[in-house]
């Protein structure tokens, strides 16, 4: 699903097993971890497209108060568009089983953000670190949660990177799959 490059460099693969699990595993230099390598060498640079511009939208049947915010789906993926310092906008994949938003280095690097320590987080294969900085906005629609701690790792190049749970806790969030819909509903 995804490649990237962990704490002194080493390369860390994104995998979904065919029973639905989703986990992280270290490259080594085991037959598994050469076939993911080839597998990611194979695959064209763009697997997948992203649009273009960020969509409005609105819905008459999201509760009182709500945010409707149109997704792009790809498969499994939810691709939410978002504005970073009120600046950069760019799609991120929603993912409730991050406990951070996760910004890529590029766009870390755009903010100037300042990495202000190490976080470890839990994966599939176990404890990776990450650095952590304070992004002074993130908002999705008209939603918009103030200094926001995010981890800052590559997860695709075509993406921003993921909308954690540091950011959807705030809100009910349900996701509307046949009108391609975000709906924040406040807490």
């Given at each position: 699903?995804?490649e990237s490059?962990?704490?002194?460099?080493?390369?860390?693969?994104?995998?979904?097993?065919?029973?639905?699990?989703v986990g992280?595993?270290?490259?080594?230099?085991?037959?598994?971890?050469?076939?993911?390598?080839?597998?990611?060498?194979s695959l064209?640079?763009?697997?997948?497209s992203?649009?273009?511009?960020?969509?409005?939208?609105?819905?008459?049947?999201?509760?009182?108060?709500?945010?409707?915010?149109?997704?792009?789906?790809?498969?499994?993926?939810?691709?939410?568009?978002?504005?970073?310092?009120?600046?950069?906008?760019?799609?991120?994949?929603?993912?409730?089983?991050?406990?951070?938003?996760?910004?890529?280095?590029?766009?870390?690097?755009?903010?100037?953000l300042?990495?202000?320590?190490?976080g470890?987080?839990m994966?599939?294969?176990?404890?990776?670190?990450?650095?952590l900085?304070?992004?002074?906005?993130?908002?999705?629609?008209?939603?918009?949660?103030?200094?926001?701690?995010?981890?800052?790792?590559?997860?695709?190049?075509?993406?921003?990177g993921?909308?954690?749970?540091?950011?959807?806790?705030?809100?009910?969030?349900?996701?509307?799959?046949?009108?391609?819909?975000?709906?924040?509903?406040?807490?």
């Open positions: 699903m995804a490059l962990g704490t002194g460099g080493a390369k860390w693969h994104l995998v979904k097993t065919k029973s639905g699990l992280w595993i270290k490259a080594s230099d085991t037959d598994e971890s050469k076939k993911l390598e080839s597998f990611f060498k064209p640079a763009e697997s997948f992203i649009p273009t511009d960020i969509p409005e939208a609105s819905s008459t049947t999201a509760p009182r108060n709500a945010i409707v915010i149109p997704v792009y789906m790809n498969g499994a993926m939810v691709l939410v568009p978002v504005t970073l310092n009120r600046t950069v906008q760019t799609y991120m994949v929603l993912d409730t089983g991050a406990s951070y938003t996760v910004v890529s280095r590029q766009i870390a690097s755009n903010l100037g300042r990495v202000v320590s190490q470890s987080f994966t599939g294969n176990g404890v990776i670190s990450m650095p900085a304070q992004l002074d906005s993130i908002g999705v629609g008209k939603a918009e949660a103030l200094n926001l701690t995010v981890a800052i790792q590559d997860i695709h190049p075509k993406l921003g993921l909308l954690g749970l540091n950011f959807l806790s705030r809100y009910h969030a349900s996701i509307d799959s046949r009108r391609q819909l975000l709906v924040l509903a406040p807490r």
